[in-house]
């Protein structure tokens, strides 16, 4: 960028010394490639100490973006490089700049002038002021155009002349393009504007459980503020491959059909998508419900909604008891854009702290497609170019670097998963979109609800055949693993014949029990809203749908069947149940009192209702 260069926030004849003894309060923090030793780091404390005079803190961070040596930072306006390698750099041009070119007659002679002046320089560390000033040229439709920010960073906070702050989102050449984070009456053409040589942050811990925060984690539940004692950036880097293991634990959804066929991991990303009003919000919902005593803290991310949806959101976690364990970061469709890009990754950042205490973590995204219309906003009052479908070419990015933030980390390491399900919004069930394409191949699988089968009212209204989880098996238990297998099976092979018989194609006996049975297994599969299964009731009745125990019930008694079931397994088997639950497995002796049960069970129920009609 041209223009002057930006003032010191400090005095340049100031000396260290004096900045640690103007530091208010005495915390230094040093920014380094790698995390520093703890006796070093005590040690150069004690000497920071005794240099100003009272007691300092020093805090150590590690920023990736370092390739050598190190910085302490006073405060918010005041650096000091550790590079010695910079440091030697600045010296050498400075003393190189007063020697004219006709004094060093050949390349030899310049050489061994080079190699004097290495021999003889020694670089000392430089204090230096990272406040930089600049001008307001253009503001509106929550975005600011600012002029004179000579060394701002990428999405480093700025402040204004009138307190608010803003984040520093285009850089070009002769202006940086500002985000703002509150009302842009408050903001006028000249109005002066300074770096902050920071990020943006939101708190985290757990005092957000039960809280609903905006995207800068302010609360706005109007229950006094959030007493929280630490933040994180709501950019950082993902887990690293080495920090990682395999996602192989079940994360409980609740829901029959998910569980049964797509099921999720603890560190998965399973995406959900479909057109408007189909459920997605509801099946999301479902999965925040069903880990009410599971040890799972969710985060809901309400991304551009309208105000009465939010309020129903917040209404059904309030009744059912998951705001005990549950944060709502919001930002609505009223809100200005910055909020509405922000909110995913706070949200994130707030449950990737769980994960990093080693606590287990569930996120929503509600919704990226949003999410991604608000960064095409952004982006057309910025003037950058647009690509495909009228979004910028890094509209992959943006979403990408979200949702690889979703890991199980190593045990060693302290454990903790952090499971994200992003929604997104199809038109007329187009997953070749650019939105739908780009995040399914970020995500290890995805549920696609599909519109026919929500006019059936099948609920949920999942299609099998464009449904998947790339974790598999692996994230089942292995009492939903024996009864899915058959299951799935089952239902393939149900789809196949059904389509002969459509076509009024004669069949033997053996092919009307397959489709029998495949019509009880699909309405088995059928479940209410806001109704999750724990994960007992789950395998008992998806075991008597695949041992045939509902092939001689009528599909219009099955859900009385079902209901029914529950409550006898639950009373008179508590035995069983607790086998189930407590080994999360289905043994062979547990296996063989399930199958006696059932059928005492259905041979009662087929007495007290009439058995249904012979197919065909």
Same mark, same amino acid.
């Given at each position: 960028?041209? !223009?002057?260069?930006?003032?010191?926030?400090? #005095? @340049?004849?100031? +000396?260290?010394? $004096?900045? %640690? /003894?103007?530091?208010?309060? =005495?915390?230094?923090?040093?920014?380094?490639?790698?995390?520093?030793?703890?006796?070093?780091?005590?040690?150069?404390?004690?000497?920071?100490?005794?240099?100003?005079?009272?007691?300092?803190?020093?805090?150590?961070?590690?920023?990736?973006?370092?390739?050598?040596?190190?910085?302490?930072?006073? !405060?918010?306006?005041?650096?000091?490089?550790? #590079? @010695?390698?910079? +440091?030697?750099? $600045?010296? %050498? /041009?400075?003393?190189?700049? =007063?020697?004219?070119?006709?004094?060093?007659?050949?390349?030899?002679?310049?050489?061994?002038?080079?190699?004097?002046?290495?021999?003889?320089?020694?670089?000392?560390?430089?204090?230096?002021?990272?406040?930089?000033?600049?001008?307001?040229?253009?503001?509106?439709?929550?975005?600011?155009?600012?002029?004179?920010?000579?060394?701002?960073?990428?999405?480093?906070?700025?402040?204004?002349?009138?307190?608010?702050?803003?984040?520093?989102?285009?850089?070009?050449?002769?202006?940086?393009?500002?985000?703002?984070?509150?009302?842009?009456?408050?903001?006028?053409?000249?109005?002066?504007?300074?770096?902050?040589?920071?990020?943006?942050?939101?708190?985290?811990?757990?005092?957000?459980?039960?809280?609903?925060?905006?995207?800068?984690?302010?609360?706005?539940?109007?229950?006094?503020?959030?007493?929280?004692?630490?933040?994180?950036?709501?950019?950082?880097?993902?887990?690293?491959?080495?920090?990682?293991?395999?996602?192989?634990?079940?994360?409980?959804?609740?829901?029959?059909?998910?569980?049964?066929?797509?099921?999720?991991?603890?560190?998965?990303?399973?995406?959900?998508?479909?057109?408007?009003?189909?459920?997605?919000?509801?099946?999301?919902?479902?999965?925040?419900?069903?880990?009410?005593?599971?040890?799972?803290?969710?985060?809901?991310?309400?991304?551009?909604?309208?105000?009465?949806?939010?309020?129903?959101?917040?209404?059904?976690?309030?009744?059912?008891?998951?705001?005990?364990?549950?944060?709502?970061?919001?930002?609505?469709?009223?809100?200005?854009?910055?909020?509405?890009?922000?909110?995913?990754?706070?949200?994130?950042?707030?449950?990737?702290?769980?994960?990093?205490?080693?606590?287990?973590?569930?996120?929503?995204?509600?919704?990226?497609?949003?999410?991604?219309?608000?960064?095409?906003?952004?982006?057309?009052?910025?003037?950058?170019?647009?690509?495909?479908?009228?979004?910028?070419?890094?509209?992959?990015?943006?979403?990408?670097?979200?949702?690889?933030?979703?890991?199980?980390?190593?045990?060693?390491?302290?454990?903790?998963?952090?499971?994200?399900?992003?929604?997104?919004?199809?038109?007329?069930?187009?997953?070749?979109?650019?939105?739908?394409?780009?995040?399914?191949?970020?995500?290890?699988?995805?549920?696609?609800?599909?519109?026919?089968?929500?006019?059936?009212?099948?609920?949920?209204?999942?299609?099998?055949?464009?449904?998947?989880?790339?974790?598999?098996?692996?994230?089942?238990?292995?009492?939903?693993?024996?009864?899915?297998?058959?299951?799935?099976?089952?239902?393939?092979?149900?789809?196949?014949?059904?389509?002969?018989?459509?076509?009024?194609?004669?069949?033997?006996?053996?092919?009307?029990?397959?489709?029998?049975?495949?019509?009880?297994?699909?309405?088995?599969?059928?479940?209410?809203?806001?109704?999750?299964?724990?994960?007992?009731?789950?395998?008992?009745?998806?075991?008597?749908?695949?041992?045939?125990?509902?092939?001689?019930?009528?599909?219009?008694?099955?859900?009385?069947?079902?209901?029914?079931?529950?409550?006898?397994?639950?009373?008179?088997?508590?035995?069983?149940?607790?086998?189930?639950?407590?080994?999360?497995?289905?043994?062979?002796?547990?296996?063989?009192?399930?199958?006696?049960?059932?059928?005492?069970?259905?041979?009662?129920?087929?007495?007290?209702?009439?058995?249904?009609?012979?197919?065909?």
């Amino acid at each position: 960028m041209s !223009g002057e260069r930006p003032e010191r926030a400090q #005095d @340049p004849g100031m +000396s260290f010394r $004096q900045a %640690l /003894q103007r530091l208010e309060p =005495g915390r230094v923090i040093l920014r380094s490639q790698v995390l520093l030793d703890p006796t070093f780091m005590e040690s150069v404390r004690k000497d920071l100490s005794v240099a100003a005079g009272k007691d300092i803190t020093l805090v150590s961070e590690v920023d990736p973006r370092f390739a050598a040596g190190a910085a302490l930072f006073l !405060g918010r306006d005041t650096r000091i490089d550790l #590079d @010695p390698r910079r +440091s030697l750099l $600045q010296v %050498l /041009q400075e003393q190189a700049a =007063g020697q004219q070119a006709e004094d060093i007659p050949t390349l030899k002679e310049a050489s061994r002038r080079l190699s004097d002046l290495v021999e003889t320089t020694s670089p000392t560390p430089r204090l230096e002021g990272i406040t930089g000033s600049g001008t307001v040229l253009q503001v509106g439709d929550g975005v600011a155009v600012v002029a004179g920010l000579r060394d701002v960073c990428s999405q480093e906070l700025v402040r204004f002349e009138s307190g608010m702050e803003g984040i520093a989102f285009d850089l070009l050449e002769n202006s940086v393009g500002c985000l703002l984070l509150g009302p842009e009456q408050q903001i006028k053409e000249g109005a002066a504007v300074a770096r902050t040589g920071r990020n943006m942050q939101v708190p985290v811990g757990s005092a957000l459980i039960g809280r609903v925060v905006n995207a800068l984690g302010s609360p706005i539940d109007g229950r006094g503020p959030v007493k929280c004692d630490s933040s994180r950036p709501v950019e950082a880097l993902s887990l690293g491959v080495v920090e990682r293991q395999p996602v192989s634990e079940s994360l409980h959804s609740g829901i029959k059909v998910v569980d049964a066929l797509v099921p999720l991991g603890r560190g998965q990303r399973e995406l959900v998508l479909g057109d408007r009003k189909i459920g997605k919000t509801t099946l999301a919902l479902d999965v925040i419900l069903s880990q009410r005593g599971a040890d799972v803290l969710c985060v809901y991310a309400a991304i551009g909604q309208k105000a009465s949806s939010l309020a129903r959101v917040l209404a059904l976690l309030e009744e059912r008891g998951a705001m005990d364990y549950t944060t709502v970061v919001a930002a609505l469709a009223s809100e200005a854009p910055a909020f509405r890009y922000l909110a995913p990754y706070a949200a994130c950042t707030i449950a990737e702290e769980f994960m990093r205490q080693g606590r287990h973590a569930l996120v929503v995204y509600d919704d990226l497609s949003k999410h991604a219309v608000t960064y095409r906003e952004i982006s057309a009052l910025l003037q950058r170019p647009i690509g495909r479908e009228a979004y910028p070419g890094d509209i992959f990015y943006v979403h990408s670097r979200l949702l690889e933030r979703a890991a199980r980390r190593r045990d060693d390491l302290g454990g903790g998963s952090l499971t994200a399900i992003p929604i997104v919004e199809t038109l007329a069930g187009d997953i070749s979109a650019l939105i739908p394409t780009n995040v399914i191949s970020i995500c290890d699988g995805q549920i696609m609800l599909d519109n026919g089968l929500f006019n059936e009212r099948s609920r949920p209204a999942m299609d099998a055949g464009l449904s998947v989880s790339r974790v598999g098996g692996m994230a089942q238990t292995a009492a939903m693993r024996r009864v899915a297998g058959r299951l799935r099976i089952d239902l393939a092979q149900y789809r196949e014949m059904a389509r002969f018989v459509r076509f009024g194609a004669e069949v033997d006996q053996a092919t009307l029990a397959q489709l029998r049975r495949g019509e009880r297994e699909l309405e088995v599969l059928k479940q209410d809203a806001h109704v999750p299964l724990s994960l007992e009731h789950e395998v008992v009745l998806l075991h008597a749908a695949v041992r045939g125990h509902t092939d001689e019930i009528a599909l219009d008694q099955l859900r009385l069947f079902e209901e029914r079931l529950y409550d006898v397994m639950d009373h008179q088997h508590p035995e069983i149940m607790a086998a189930i639950r407590d080994t999360r497995d289905l043994s062979a002796d547990t296996e063989a009192r399930l199958d006696e049960a059932l059928t005492a069970f259905r041979d009662a129920f087929l007495a007290e209702h009439a058995p249904a009609p012979a197919a065909g």
